[in-house]
Structure formats: C-alpha cells, structure tokens
C-alpha cells in the first residue's frame, strides 16, 4: 500500500521561510494534500495539487511536486508564529479510494 | 467557514458505555466519509470508510463490531464506540469530500471529537 513519510520536525526563525519535504510511494496518486494540525484540534486543509500539476502557489504557501522522484513540498515565506503547528501531507490514491497520511512535522517558529 | 461539523468535540463515559460521534457535511452531499483514529503524537490512522446508504468499509485490524458506522444520509455519519473501554480513548476524526473525476475533491475534516473513557 501507500507509504507516506515526512520528516517528524523543523525549526525557523521568524520571518524566514519554511520548507517541509514529504515523499509517498503510489506513482498512481491523484491528489496530493497539505493539513495543518494545531493542537488538540482537528485538521485544517492549507492546499493540495493534483498529480498533473507541478507546482500551485496560494499566497504564502507554494506547494511543489516532483512526480518523478514521488516528492512532495510545502514552502511557507514570511513563517510567523502562528505557523507553529504539525503539518500533514496525505496522498489520496484512487485505485483504493483512501487518503494516506504522512507522520506529521512539527514546525517550531522561534523569535 | 467549516463545511464539516463533527459533535460532540469531547466526551468523557464510563467503561462499558457506548458513546455515539456524529459527523455532518455541511454545504456539500458527501457519499462517502471516513473515520480516523489519532493517538497522542501520532498520525491520523483510517479506521473505516463510510459510504451512504451501504455498509462501511473497515480497515484491517478495526472491530466492526465494537465500531459501529452508520451513514444513514448524504449529510450524515455516525460513529459509535461500543462498550468502551479506557484504551478507546483517542482524538477520532471525520472528513468528508465530493466524488470527482480521479478521486475526492479536497478532505475537509471536522474539528474531532476527545474521547475518554474512565
């Protein structure tokens, strides 16, 4: 099955920008997806991309996609600290019909 | 604004006791909705796949039994947890998305429901 992996923190400074990777394994997902998740709160969707697009830019947010290599990134310019939070990338995968979810970075903004 | 309602957002029951999870779309009729799991710390874990008017699809290793789903409309899911017990307690979360051409349009994800069990 699908196998999406993250890697678990990343610290900035404010101001400055943040990069977080995800890579997956099903070169037949469709739609790729970035959630925020701030604590003991559910999940707030930021963006997604479909499979055919390479990159989608949404305001502070730039999403890149290397379906080559099976790579997914999240770029947040100007991070604030109210950027703090675990952020999920999933990969929806149609032939199952299920969202997979990577293990969550935590990003830490410091001042 | 949320387009996905989930209630209550904590609970607290006693061992034993069911506790019922609902879970709503609000401004879009959703065929299928999903049901999560989140331990502390950890990623979000696929329990079942709700689908209206049928039987929900479960993952491997969920009690189908002790999880019961029920979709009744295209607005609604309900989760119980039958006979809880202390290691039910978990954050369980609902999402729902519109059936498009090469899969669901974006998940939106209700707020979660905190439950305990004593």
């Known amino acids: 099955g699908e196998d999406v992996e993250q890697s678990l923190f990343l610290s900035v400074r404010e101001g400055d920008s943040s990069v977080i990777n995800c890579t997956y394994t099903d070169s037949s997902s469709t739609y790729l997806y970035w959630y925020k998740q701030e604590p003991g709160a559910g999940l707030q969707l930021l963006t997604y991309?479909?499979?055919?697009?390479d990159m989608k830019q949404d305001q502070r947010l730039t999403v890149l996609l290397n379906k080559k290599d099976k790579h997914l990134s999240l770029r947040i310019a100007d991070t604030q600290t109210g950027d703090s939070a675990i952020y999920f990338c999933a990969a929806f995968t149609g032939t199952a019909s299920k969202l997979t979810f990577g293990t969550g970075t935590r990003l830490q903004v410091t001042l | 604004g949320a387009v996905v309602s989930q209630h209550p957002s904590w609970v607290i029951c006693k061992s034993g006791t069911s506790v019922k999870i609902e879970c709503r779309s609000l401004?879009?009729?959703?065929?299928?909705m999903f049901w999560y799991r989140q331990f502390p710390k950890q990623s979000l874990m696929l329990m079942a796949t709700s689908n209206e008017g049928s039987k929900a699809t479960y993952e491997q290793g969920v009690e189908k039994d002790k999880f019961l789903i029920n979709h009744a409309s295209l607005t609604l899911s309900t989760l119980t947890v039958t006979s809880a017990h202390p290691e039910d307690s978990s954050f369980y979360i609902c999402s729902a998305g519109e059936l498009e051409t090469g899969g669901y349009s974006p998940l939106h994800f209700g707020n979660g429901t905190r439950l305990t069990v004593t």
């Open positions: 401004d879009f009729q959703a065929t299928t």
């Open positions: 991309i479909f499979s055919n697009m």
